[in-house]
């Protein structure tokens, strides 16, 4: 087939355009394994919170998170014919619920000009609708909040993962915390880390202190007026030292005007200090995508569907400022 060929068949008939990446069910396509792995790796590739949490491709629309662990301690002293007392675990359980989200990604007729082969144009609408996407999925995945009336319907459609921990700080208001007005970030670095549930600080490196911009340039400015070599490094290759053995990680998503006014105010910083891999988000294992031909506007629109949710395995490790 030829290229003009090839093209009047992708605008004529757009079904037969996505048909090599995807499975055909009662007229509902979905992505292939290849494709769908495809679309999560590029959507969380250059999302920092996102593409470190854990992933669950969930296989039904509810996962249970289980966790058990004991609460007290379960050695004993022997003593000749005694049965020991034994200690009993304990169980807790999460969950996470898929909720559909959609989005569409317009593709017009002389954008399929200037990337007619087949195989280039599925990896290229992939490509398009997941890294946008992924910007989206990470800002609802940390800010979401259901309870926010003065927010967008997407960020309030699902409560995140500041909204699920259990351990918050602040830096206003009556009783706060640490004054946000004077406090250094290492200030803030040591409340959170004095907040944060000890038994789990055994291995730091497996932690990240999540900031802003604004922040991450404070700690940089800060580190830096040190007159050291490691002060030059700060500036001069802004490098941000780890405190107290944990990574400050700058997540460009902490920037995210509407999620900060969601979580605290206009401009607020915020910082997370947490485990990685006791963030999950799930997302049901089917993506959907359905061609929709606007021939007057010499465009074919793409609607992407899929299901997701975000949350703990426990909601009580990890601290927000």
Same mark, same amino acid.
């Given at each position: 087939?030829?290229?003009?060929?090839?093209?009047?068949?992708?605008?004529?008939?757009?079904?037969?355009?996505?048909?090599?990446?995807?499975?055909?069910?009662?007229?509902?396509?979905?992505?292939?394994?290849?494709?769908?792995?495809?679309?999560? /790796?590029?959507?969380?590739?250059?999302?920092?919170?996102?593409?470190?949490?854990?992933?669950?491709?969930?296989?039904?629309?509810?996962?249970?998170?289980?966790?058990?662990?004991?609460?007290? /301690?379960?050695?004993?002293?022997?003593? !000749?014919?005694?049965?020991?007392?034994?200690?009993?675990?304990?169980?807790? &359980? !999460?969950?996470?619920?898929?909720?559909?989200?959609?989005?569409?990604?317009?593709?017009?007729?002389?954008?399929?000009?200037?990337?007619?082969?087949?195989?280039?144009? &599925?990896?290229?609408?992939?490509?398009?609708?997941?890294?946008?996407?992924?910007?989206?999925?990470?800002?609802?995945?940390?800010?979401?909040?259901?309870?926010?009336?003065?927010?967008?319907?997407?960020?309030?459609?699902?409560?995140?993962?500041?909204?699920?921990?259990?351990?918050?700080?602040?830096?206003?208001?009556?009783?706060?915390?640490?004054?946000?007005?004077?406090?250094?970030?290492?200030?803030?670095?040591?409340?959170?880390?004095?907040?944060?549930?000890?038994?789990?600080?055994?291995?730091?490196?497996?932690? /990240?202190?999540?900031?802003?911009?604004?922040?991450?340039?404070?700690?940089?400015?800060?580190?830096?007026?040190?007159?050291?070599?490691?002060?030059?490094?700060?500036?001069?290759?802004?490098?941000?030292?780890?405190?107290?053995?944990?990574?400050?990680?700058?997540?460009?998503?902490?920037?995210?005007?509407?999620?900060?006014?969601?979580?605290?105010?206009?401009?607020?910083?915020?910082?997370?200090?947490?485990?990685?891999?006791?963030?999950?988000?799930?997302?049901?294992?089917?993506?959907?995508?359905?061609?929709?031909?606007?021939?007057?506007?010499?465009?074919?629109?793409?609607?992407?569907?899929? !299901?997701?949710?975000?949350?703990? !395995?426990?909601?009580?490790?990890?601290?927000?400022?």
């Amino acid at each position: 087939m030829d290229n003009n060929n090839m093209l009047n068949e992708m605008i004529e008939n757009p079904e037969e355009s996505i048909k090599s990446i995807t499975v055909s069910d009662l007229s509902y396509s979905v992505l292939q394994p290849q494709y769908f792995n495809q679309f999560v /790796r590029e959507a969380t590739r250059d999302q920092v919170i996102l593409s470190e949490a854990r992933r669950i491709v969930m296989d039904s629309q509810v996962v249970n998170i289980d966790r058990t662990g004991f609460s007290s /301690r379960i050695m004993e002293v022997a003593t !000749e014919a005694t049965a020991p007392n034994g200690t009993n675990p304990g169980f807790n &359980q !999460e969950q996470l619920t898929a909720k559909e989200f959609v989005g569409m990604v317009g593709i017009t007729d002389n954008a399929l000009r200037r990337n007619i082969e087949r195989a280039g144009f &599925q990896s290229t609408l992939i490509s398009m609708a997941s890294s946008k996407w992924g910007e989206d999925w990470e800002s609802l995945a940390v800010f979401g909040d259901t309870t926010k009336a003065n927010i967008g319907t997407l960020l309030k459609s699902q409560d995140g993962w500041i909204k699920k921990c259990t351990n918050k700080l602040y830096g206003t208001g009556t009783g706060k915390d640490f004054d946000a007005s004077t406090a250094t970030p290492s200030a803030v670095f040591k409340k959170m880390l004095a907040a944060y549930p000890k038994n789990y600080l055994k291995n730091r490196t497996n932690l /990240r202190f999540y900031v802003g911009s604004d922040l991450f340039d404070d700690y940089i400015d800060e580190v830096g007026a040190r007159p050291t070599i490691v002060g030059d490094d700060s500036v001069g290759k802004n490098i941000a030292r780890d405190y107290k053995g944990i990574k400050v990680v700058e997540a460009p998503v902490l920037n995210d005007a509407e999620g900060t006014h969601a979580t605290n105010g206009w401009g607020a910083k915020i910082a997370m200090l947490m485990d990685p891999n006791n963030m999950v988000y799930g997302i049901f294992s089917e993506i959907g995508i359905e061609p929709d031909r606007q021939p007057k506007l010499r465009k074919t629109d793409y609607v992407f569907s899929a !299901e997701s949710d975000q949350g703990f !395995e426990n909601p009580n490790v990890g601290v927000v400022a």
